[in-house]
């Protein structure tokens, strides 16, 4: 799901470097308004690389080849955070591995960040420090999924909408649907793990895990 450059019209290029702009801005005030964020900036490191890294494993996938995004895992441990951390993930692929382009950025961010948000806010919502490690990983699970599910969707939205007008209609509804049909079975690994490992810390350390905040 990472968009590389030249694919996308300019005013989409610009429109996703300036929301991307206010929703970093957003974020970094809200984790000012929380405290002190330097206990947290040691998880938020540790998990960027983590998100880094997930894009380095390949799952073959046919008809297309997909990697890991643990988006909605981000979302749920770090809340605001997470968007900051896709973001820095997001450009060190670019420039080490080519993962997406340095011009698409903003969009890509947008496309990864925006559901990591809504997975974090889902995943508070409600939710007890008491409740037990499978009702937590279902719920990391359903959302986790979701958050891949939900970048999935705005890909898909932002190539139908940001194509140039020169580029063949036809060819590109094909490629989107290609790309969409290989990235169905990724939600349903992305929820696994996620509930996985959300069940996991509930019954070892559940104080990692986020409760509601308004």
Not at 187 to 209: C, D, H, M
Request: glycine fraction near 14%; include cysteine.
């Amino acid at each position: 799901m990472h968009i590389a450059d030249g694919i996308l019209s300019l005013p989409v290029v610009v429109g996703g470097f300036g929301a991307t702009g206010v929703t970093a801005w957003y974020c970094l005030e809200r984790i000012k308004r929380a405290g002190d964020p330097r206990e947290q900036i040691p998880r938020a490191a540790l998990l960027t690389a983590a998100f880094f890294v997930a894009s380095l494993i390949h799952i073959p996938l046919p008809p297309a080849g997909v990697h890991l995004v643990l988006n909605g895992l981000l979302g749920i441990l770090l809340g605001w955070f997470a968007f900051p951390a896709i973001l820095v993930g997001l450009f060190f692929q670019a420039v080490m591995f080519g993962h997406g382009g340095l011009t698409a950025l903003g969009v890509n961010a947008l496309i990864l960040g925006l559901p990591a948000l809504l997975a974090g806010w889902f995943f508070r919502l409600g939710r007890q420090p008491t409740e037990s490690p499978g009702r937590s990983g279902w719920r990391g699970a359903l959302v986790g999924a979701g958050a891949t599910g939900g970048s999935l969707l705005l890909f898909i939205i932002v190539l139908l909408v940001g194509l140039p007008a020169d580029y063949s209609q036809d060819a590109a509804r094909v490629a989107i649907t290609v790309l969409a049909a290989a990235h169905l079975p990724l939600i349903i690994i992305e929820g696994t793990v996620a509930g996985l490992l959300v069940a996991f810390l509930q019954k070892v350390k559940p104080s990692i895990l986020p409760l509601y905040r308004p």
